[in-house]
């Protein structure tokens, strides 16, 4: 043949060994062990998604995880395994399938994760391969239940020496935030899967892209913080008061062709809390005691109280509680001031009068 075309192959994190496989990994896959990782949101990407086939070329395979509220997910063990029926390559001259540097890794303090998967060497002429071939490679969080063990996958494209690829399309950066409005000291989601590795629609719907894959999502949020990365990713706004900050994302494909989309956040202060005291006035003799209640004071919706404090004007003396108690032990009219705070930081604030008698 005058001119030798090797076709593409990819290599797959998916979720099953194959029986008849000759692979090359660090290790042998141990026994999963300890609990299951429920609850936990798993991520892969591969960067590059595309490596030529020349026994050198390698791609990092990185696994996020997070928990339920978004946050990182350090020391959760995975199990990395790469899986391929090699025997119709063996029988084309080549020597493996690529190799894993790592199959047993654990999460950093960013919950991150990542092994190296290095491309295998061409096969020496008259060795040919004319069809695509797959190869498969999975991370599972390892978990004393094998079937319900979090099983994550991501690809990466093998290509030929010498052969070019089409022009990738410019991606689309979308996202969306919740809850809205986003209040100070609240927590708010941004999401980004609306994004497209090409172009989208005029509705917003993804158009068909040439295999092409969005490798990063990195977030600035307009407010002096750091920037962050991440598919979906939360982030809490401190600056008190009303304001209207920039949100800009930037997605990169697998191409390294970047977009941006920056949108206005209102961020709001909400609803102070309430409080209540009960009573809110009483008359009690010398030396008696009064019992307060807080227990009616109340948040905003959505909201909750996060603490009670008391303050004597008879004494000066403070405490702390939703029910509280305190002697009197002089003569005359006294208030006493509860301090509610929410969860956003804010306090609402009462009054009550206690009157003492000879």
């Known amino acids: 043949m005058g001119k030798r075309i090797l076709g593409l192959w990819t290599v797959v994190v998916a979720l099953a060994l194959s029986a008849a496989c000759t692979v090359h990994q660090a290790d042998e896959a141990p026994a999963l062990t300890g609990p299951s990782e429920f609850g936990l949101a798993v991520t892969m990407t591969a960067k590059p998604d595309r490596v030529t086939i020349d026994g050198r070329s390698t791609s990092t395979i990185t696994v996020q995880v997070r928990g339920p509220n978004g946050e990182a997910k350090p020391k959760v063990a995975l199990r990395v395994d790469m899986i391929v029926d090699c025997r119709p390559l063996l029988r084309q001259g080549f020597k493996d399938c690529g190799t894993l540097n790592a199959q047993n890794i654990e999460t950093d303090a960013d919950g991150r994760a990542s092994v190296t998967y290095t491309a295998p060497a061409p096969p020496p002429p008259p060795g040919e391969n004319n069809t695509e ?68 629609s005029s509705t917003g719907a993804c158009l068909a892209s040439t295999s092409v894959a969005i490798d990063s999502y990195a977030w600035n949020f307009g407010d002096g913080s750091t920037p962050t990365s991440g598919k979906t990713v939360t982030h809490t706004f401190t600056a008190l008061g009303t304001f209207t900050f920039s949100v800009t ?110």
């Open 133 to 200: 071939q797959t190869v498969s490679i999975r991370a599972t969080a390892v978990g004393a239940d094998a079937q319900a063990a979090i099983q994550r996958t991501v690809d990466i494209r093998l290509v030929p020496p010498g052969v070019i690829l089409p022009p990738a399309d410019t991606p689309t950066a979308a996202f969306t935030v919740t809850p809205t409005p986003v209040n100070v000291n609240v927590a708010a989601t941004f999401d980004a899967s609306g994004s497209c590795p090409g172009q989208a």
């Open 249 to 358: 994302l930037t997605v990169t494909n697998d191409r390294g062709v970047r977009a941006s989309k920056t949108q206005d956040v209102q961020v709001v202060l909400s609803v102070k809390p309430t409080a209540v005291i009960v009573p809110a006035s009483v008359t009690v003799p010398l030396g008696g005691r009064v019992f307060f209640d807080g227990g009616q004071s109340f948040a905003a919706t959505g909201h909750s109280i996060v603490s009670h404090v008391w303050r004597f004007l008879d004494d000066g003396t403070t405490k702390t509680g939703v029910t509280t108690s305190h002697d009197y032990g002089n003569v005359g009219t006294y208030s006493v001031t509860l301090t509610v705070t929410d969860d956003t930081g804010q306090s609402g604030f009462a009054t009550g009068t206690v009157t003492v008698n000879p």
